[in-house]
């Protein structure tokens, strides 16, 4: 999604753009203090700050039919999770607030780097471990069972994609920045998807070892045509999401879904 801005492919209209890479839980604990202008939070986040940022309309991590995979050494059903202890990549995330939705209520817990977590299961330190990252689709080569994927589970629950990671920007940019910040974040996410393998190539620059075999099938389950823009569907299943962590209890006060027109 950056590719073309850093690669100069993009008119940054003015703007001036500085990466900043962090991990996703860094992420929101900075929107908690309105650290960044433009930052990637995890929609859970996204209540929190609603005051401070609004939503961009792209740049989403949408998956349908997949998502976050709770996975064990052992096989597991949903009423053993109830019982034992789950490594979690963050209690803002929103694979967080998911796998509360799925359990219909609290578990036990305990939160390790997201990059860690596969090797807490491995070597017996967590029950569960609930993976964000690429394991999503290397944990069998590692001896793990699936116990749940809770972008299948909910899909089959709402019949809508499952909406991981937003983009938002800070509200006090103005009412007349905005809607041009957006656009020229917008091209880069459009030149990104038009010049997949120099984008890919980039990328990999941060993938952690990853091949790039790997690395581009799993971009490309969550940078798609719901990543350039969200659409009605993708819309909804914001909404929807929010909505049920609401009636949950997740959030302190009453969520008001707004992305910058």
Not at 48 to 77: C, E, T, W
Not at 137 to 155: C, F, I, K, P, S
Request: glycine share 12%.
């Amino acid at each position: 999604m950056f590719w073309g801005l850093a690669a100069d492919r993009v008119d940054p209209r003015g703007f001036e753009f500085e990466h900043v890479l962090e991990g996703i839980q860094t992420l929101n604990e900075w929107a908690l203090e309105g650290r960044l202008e433009v930052t990637a939070i995890s929609l859970h986040t996204y209540p929190f700050v609603q005051d401070r940022y609004v939503i961009l309309p792209h740049g989403a991590s949408m998956g349908s039919g997949y998502g976050p995979v709770v996975v064990s050494k052992n096989v597991l059903g949903k009423e053993d999770l109830a019982e034992i202890e789950i490594a979690v990549p963050g209690r803002m995330t929103t694979a967080f607030l998911v796998l509360g939705l799925y359990l219909g209520g609290g578990f036990r817990f305990r939160e390790v780097p997201f990059d860690r977590i596969m090797e807490e299961v491995e070597h017996g330190k967590a029950d569960a471990g609930l993976l964000i990252h690429e394991g999503q689709l290397t944990y069998e080569r590692r001896g793990l069972e699936r116990v749940v994927d809770l972008g299948e589970w909910w899909l089959l629950e709402t019949g809508l994609p499952l909406p991981l990671g937003i983009n938002v920007a800070r509200r006090d940019l103005g009412a007349e920045v905005l809607p041009l910040l957006s656009e020229v974040l917008r091209d880069s996410i459009r030149a990104g998807l038009a010049n997949r393998d120099e984008a890919l190539a980039y990328a990999l620059q941060y993938g952690r070892g990853l091949s790039t075999e790997l690395a581009d099938q799993f971009v490309g389950m969550y940078v798609n045509e719901l990543t350039e823009d969200y659409g009605d569907e993708g819309r909804q299943a914001v909404a929807e999401l929010l909505r049920r962590g609401e009636a949950a209890g997740a959030f302190q006060r009453p969520v008001d879904v707004e992305f910058v027109d």
